[in-house]
């Protein structure tokens, strides 16, 4: 599943990044999705999307990510 970070929203407490590291990485202080596909293998991703203070992570489907690939 596709998993998108707001950056408007993102206020880079690091909180996604600790509870899962392999999806997460704060750079310059802003949470980037770092991994294609984050399936929940290595942490619960909606326990993730939970604990952001902001609400700035997502999951959007493949037509979203098309569709906003094709207006951007
Ligand atoms: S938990 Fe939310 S606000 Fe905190 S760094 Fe991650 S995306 Fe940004």
Same mark, same amino acid.
């Given at each position: 599943?596709?998993? *998108?970070?707001?950056? $408007?929203?993102?206020?880079? /407490?690091?909180? /996604?990044?600790?509870? /899962? ?5 704060? &750079?310059?202080? *802003? ?10 293998? $290595?942490?619960?991703?909606? $326990?993730?999307?939970?604990? /952001?203070?902001? &609400?700035?992570?997502s ?10 690939? *094709?207006?951007?």
């Amino acid at each position: 599943m596709k998993v *998108k970070v707001d950056q $408007d929203l993102c206020i880079g /407490c690091g909180t /996604c990044e600790l509870m /899962c590291s392999q999806c997460f990485q704060l &750079e310059n202080g *802003k949470a980037q999705v770092i991994r294609d596909n984050c399936d929940g293998v $290595d942490c619960d991703i909606q $326990d993730v999307i939970d604990s /952001c203070p902001v &609400e700035a992570i997502s999951i959007v489907s493949e037509d979203q990510v098309n569709s906003e690939e *094709k207006t951007a």
